[in-house]
């Protein structure tokens, strides 16, 4: 019998088990009813095989999309397959990323099958004296079996060896090639000989031998005593194509071009937190609590019936209060408890239209209750009115005493106040608690960090409102089905933050950031955001009109360089124009090997080539007028007459706000359509527009940061930093430097901040490589401190895992120690971005809260912070005080932070926002 070495090179024939595990029952589906039994299938074998064999090398071999020679050498071959079926489709994609999560090496390649990528492999595996584990469900790998490879088929958890291969074929491994072109193959649609079947194959192979051998004397087939033989050197010479073409089809390619050799196929550490997403996405239950529970190697084996881990969370004692007797032991249990949650249900997740259908509330663990306030269903209840139920809480909400945790609490917040209840006492939210904690460990909503933290999943919404067009507001579901759910998330939160903040209290870099910047802001967000802004609807009207016109003119101009008409936004159209017919040059490819459209490619052919060029400000326009001049108009509120963004404080890895409906940060401001668009953001009567921008905030910080003596002097003597450092790279006068030399000192100043190689300076400013190159080296003679403290950082980095901003904030970087080397100079690169980014967060947010509050005490109803954009604040301002609010506006942010170089804030103001730019 066959026994496998100690540490063999496995390689996993994915695409066989994909399919194996998709027809094998049960077929699971998760709540959301997304199936995910293929998945199952083919993670519980890895899991098993991981356990087993223990390998440091590996690979899962799937195959890639498109063509392969096979079908170049036999356009029939697989041609009667039918289309993937989509509930398989769907799974493939949380598959590749559940093995990559694993730690195992993904591979498919065009133009080959994974078993020709997996009969390489395993021969330049042998030739370096290594045994090779193949774990398929196909017959055909039976043809690379040998001393040095075995099959195992995990799923019916059989081996073959050369031993095994005979005993189950009755040939050995050397004839499996014949045997298949002999019998052919009706799923790929090999053809094989006519009524040669197994029996017939295995009686001419074992009686003469291999299709060499029955050509060499196809008579003596005659002589052997299976039924047809006389008949079969006939046969055998009628059908001599058809047998050549099916034995190449069946001979497993050994000579595939890799970029990665078998002792390269590591394994590497599992990114857990990502299991954790995608295990909870996959209801994986009891996988996710192996991984909850510490058990960092996700190797157990589970049965597809395994009963689910036992829920963490306890719904029982959820009670419903209904009346005011249901309600005063509650007021009680508020009143006096350290800390409670505290969590709205509502119509909408617009602030601005929200009806409050609800509240929740938990005081401990499992001791939680709804209160009902605006289900109005057929057959509701009988429930308490906000006019009731206000003056009894509203005490208890605007006690600053009393603490209150919630979840995402700026929402709430917001709520309340709309419905005239000032909440106080704010004194946690597990949403920022869990961003502070590692802004990239995972999304950062309840549900998600219910199964990272508690084992949980909650009741999602979907579950009790429905999906899609069908989906019930809040007030429409029966409170059987609505008061479990609203009180889980109160309980939730609660013990959210129960697990979540010894973590962040245990870093007192961490606990500043979040007692210091992030919990202070979310009221100033929530101030911001329902204030709203004031837009200029007929402007952007005319500017849609206007935006038409100039794409009509682009698609015209195109169709003419082009010779036809074509849809500009269709990929496929597009390449075939470019590539086929204009024949530009292809220099990338999609991953299904078309020739790309991206952006970044367009931006490089639109050097040489005018219909490129064309394209993207095609796409620039279209996508100015979707997004902002159609769409802006439509988001005025009927109430306010205002526009009303969110922002986002737990999205960006390094502490930017972001902001959507509408994405304020995308407002294009170098392209003067762009421009044109933030001139439609106005002043009401009596006031005027004030932006206040921090200048060259990032390359201050790295001033400051790598106490680069060259840069400090440039910023604290107040020289023109980009002159400064054209001076030095080119080596001339200050007063004498040029236009294009300051432009180009400006492209390395900036390009240094993002990580920027020599080839990609290259690139932006259009000079050859060695020029770039030229210039990079001269920088860092002159500004030695800066190449210092990126060889600084990039050492922290990989040390720590992490780097921090200058008031602690850290910024994990997962991919810093990764073996491919793409991503782990992506990650050096935003090590070295990331403490100036984030500090630049960090400092706008702090000069937030300064003008804010600030704005409350002496500026109320004479000035309002209405935008965050990047490094800018904008407001509203009393026209007659302008002046001396924006000063002060200056003043206030200029001292957001003490560094080694002045923070500069420039302030303008006009009727609208590109005025005051």
């Known amino acids: 019998m066959t026994t496998i070495p100690a540490n063999p090179f496995v390689l996993v024939d994915g695409s066989s088990y994909l399919y194996r595990a998709y027809h094998a029952p049960p077929h699971l589906t998760n709540s959301a009813g997304e199936p995910t039994g293929a998945v199952y299938g083919v993670v519980n074998m890895l899991r098993s095989l991981l356990k087993q064999y223990e390998p440091s090398h590996i ?16 356009p029939e071959y697989k041609a009667q397959r039918p289309p993937m079926p989509d509930d398989l489709r769907s799974q493939i994609a949380p598959l590749h990323d559940i093995i990559r999560a694993m730690g195992l090496p993904l591979l498919a390649i065009e133009g080959v099958e994974a078993d020709d990528v997996i009969g390489t492999l395993a021969r330049q595996a042998a030739a370096e004296g290594r045994h090779t584990l193949i774990s398929t469900g196909d017959k ?18 059989t081996i073959l060896g050369p031993e095994e291969v005979v005993e189950k074929f ?5 004839l499996i090639i014949d045997y298949l072109a002999l019998m052919g193959d009706k799923v790929d649609n090999i053809p094989g000989l006519p009524g040669v079947g197994e029996k017939t194959a295995l009686a001419m192979l074992q009686g003469i031998g291999g299709l060499d051998a029955l050509y060499a004397d196809p008579d003596a087939v005659a002589t052997l005593g299976f039924r ?61 609590a192996e991984l909850l529970d510490g058990d960092a190697s996700p190797t157990s084996v589970d049965s597809p019936a395994a009963e689910p881990s036992a829920p963490a969370v306890d719904r029982s004692g959820y009670q419903t209060l209904l009346t005011e007797a249901d309600l005063a032991p509650w007021l009680e249990k508020l009143k006096s408890a350290e800390l409670f949650a505290v969590d709205t249900e509502t119509t ?29 269903y057929l057959g509701a209840p009988v429930q308490l009115t906000l006019e009731q139920v206000k003056p009894l809480l509203k005490p208890i909400f605007e006690d600053p005493s009393i603490k209150k945790v919630g979840q995402n609490l700026k929402y709430d917040l917001s709520v309340l106040a709309r419905h005239d209840i000032q909440l106080a006492g704010v004194a946690f939210d597990t949403m920022l608690e869990s961003y502070v904690f590692n802004s990239v460990g995972g999304r950062h909503d309840m549900d998600s960090l219910a199964l990272k933290y508690l084992s949980h999943k909650a009741i999602s919404f979907e579950e009790v409102a429905g999906k899609g067009a069908k989906q019930l507001t809040f007030n429409q579901i029966e409170l059987d089905t609505a008061s479990p759910y609203a009180a889980e998330d109160a309980d939730i939160t609660l013990r959210l933050h ?8 245990a870093e007192s870099s961490l606990l500043k950031v979040f007692k210091d910047i992030e919990l202070p802001l979310v009221p100033v967000l929530s101030r911001i955001e ?105 988001m005025v509120n009927a109430g306010t007459g205002r526009v009303h963004t969110s922002y986002h404080q737990a999205v960006t890895a390094t502490g930017r706000l972001s902001s959507s409906d509408p994405n304020l940060q995308n407002i294009p401001i170098r392209t003067e359509e762009g421009r044109r668009v933030r001139q439609a953001f106005i002043a009401p009567e009596g006031k005027v527009v004030v932006a206040a921008d921090y200048s060259q905030i990032e390359l201050r910080l790295m001033a400051h940061l790598s106490k680069d003596d060259g840069l400090l002097r440039a910023f604290q003597q107040g020289i023109d930093v980009h002159k400064a450092t054209a001076a030095e790279v080119f080596g001339v006068a200050v007063d004498e430097v040029s236009s294009e030399q300051r432009r180009r000192a400006k492209a390395i100043n900036f390009g240094l901040i993002y990580g920027m190689s020599a080839f990609g300076l290259s690139r932006q400013l259009g000079i050859p490589r060695h020029e770039a190159q030229s210039y990079m080296d001269t920088y860092f003679e002159r500004y030695p ?133």
């Not at 050549?244 to 890799?258: E, G, M, N, R």
């Not at 937030?848 to 005490?857: A, F, G, S, Y």
Request: hydrophobic fraction near 40%; include cysteine; charge should be negative.
């Open 59 to 74: 690979a899962v071999v799937f195959d890639a999309k498109g063509k392969t020679f096979r079908d170049d050498m036999f």
């Open 140 to 157: 055909d790998m039976a043809q690379l079996v040998d001393e040095h490879v075995t099959l195992i088929n995990t799923m019916t958890d």
């Open 170 to 174: 009755g040939i050995p491994p050397s």
């Open 228 to 288: 047809g033989a006389k008949g079969m050197p006939q046969k055998l010479r009628d059908n001599r194509d058809a047998a050549d073409i099916s034995y190449k089809l069946a001979t497993i390619k050994l000579d595939v071009a890799l970029d990665e050799a078998p002792e390269q196929l590591l394994r590497a550490t599992p990114n857990n937190d990502a299991l954790v997403q995608l295990f909870g996405k996959m209801e994986f239950r009891r996988w996710l």
């Open 348 to 376: 909408s997740l617009d602030v601005q239209e929200a009806k409050l259908v609800g509240i929740s509330f938990a005081v401990a663990p499992g001791e939680a209750a709804y209160l009902p306030l605006g289900h109005d």
């Open 498 to 505: 129960q697990a979540l903040w010894p973590k962040v209290e």
């Open 530 to 634: 329902r204030h709203g802004v004031l837009i200029d609807s007929a402007m952007l009207a005319t500017q849609s009109d206007e935006l038409a016109t100039r794409l009509a003119e682009l698609e015209q101009e195109a169709y003419e360089i082009a010779g036809e008409e074509f849809n500009l936004a269709s990929p496929k159209q597009l390449q075939a124009i470019l590539f086929e017919k204009l024949g530009l040059p292809v220099l990338k490819k999609t991953p299904k090997g078309a020739p790309s459209t991206a952006e970044e490619t367009l931006q490089e052919l639109a050097l040489d080539y005018p219909l490129p060029k064309l394209i993207l400000e095609h796409r620039g326009l279209a996508k100015l007028k979707s997004t902002y001049t159609d769409k802006l108009p439509r």
């Open 785 to 917: 401190g800066v190449l210092e403290y990126m060889e600084r950082t990039r050492k922290e980095a990989e040390e720590k895992g992490y780097v921090e901003t200058l008031f602690g904030r850290r910024l994990h970087l997962p991919d810093i120690k990764a073996r491919n080397m793409a991503r782990k100079k992506a990650a050096e690169r935003a090590a070295i971005n990331a403490p100036m980014q984030g500090t630049a967060a960090d400092i706008i947010k702090l000069a937030m809260l300064k003008v804010d509050d600030w704005i409350q005490t002496e500026g109320k109803g004479q000035i309002s912070m209405v935008m965050q954009v990047h490094d800018e604040l904008v407001f509203e301002v009393d026209q007659n005080q302008a002046e001396a609010l924006s000063a002060k506006v200056c003043e206030l942010m200029s001292s957001a932070a003490d560094l080694d170089v002045p923070l500069l804030v420039e302030a303008g103001q006009g009727e609208n926002w590109e005025q005051a730019h």
